[in-house]
């Protein structure tokens, strides 16, 4: 059974930034994609960022793109989600995601339906 812990979410001011972390217990972590996805509330669970196999294939929303940066850690089981210029529409749940589909080569998944894997979720508020 894999289990995904989010940690990092909090309250930040427009401008500011924080760094989610997501620790994955789960043997062989490099055979896994892992992505980010944020639920505002009333709203569908929506696509933020994902890293392939190898972390050589990234993918971001269109609107974080240049603000937020994906990254992973085989060493630690760990995929990090830093966030920068962060804006009160980033404000939601955000949750971590893993995929054991693919290869190492697939690009990056970005849909709901190619993770297999989630967290609990971990807030992100921001302030204007």
């Known amino acids: 059974q894999v289990q995904l812990v989010e940690s990092g979410g909090g309250l930040v001011q427009a401008g500011g930034s924080l760094r989610l972390s997501c620790v994955a217990s789960?043997?062989?972590?490099?055979?896994?994609?892992m992505g980010w996805f944020r639920q505002a509330p009333g709203k569908e669970r929506d696509f933020v960022a994902s890293i392939n196999w190898s972390g050589g294939r990234i993918s971001y929303e269109d609107s974080v793109k240049g603000r937020f940066t994906i990254s992973r850690d085989s060493t630690k089981n760990t995929v990090y989600l830093q966030m920068s210029s962060l804006r009160p529409e980033d404000t939601a749940v955000y949750y971590c995601?893993?995929?054991?589909?693919?290869?190492?080569?697939?690009?990056?998944?970005?849909?709901?339906?190619?993770?297999?894997?989630w967290g609990q979720g971990t807030q992100v508020t921001v302030s204007s």
């Open positions: 995601a893993a995929s054991f589909r693919g290869t190492y080569y697939s690009p990056a998944p970005k849909g709901v339906d190619e993770f297999d894997y």
């Open positions: 789960v043997g062989f972590f490099s055979n896994y994609a």
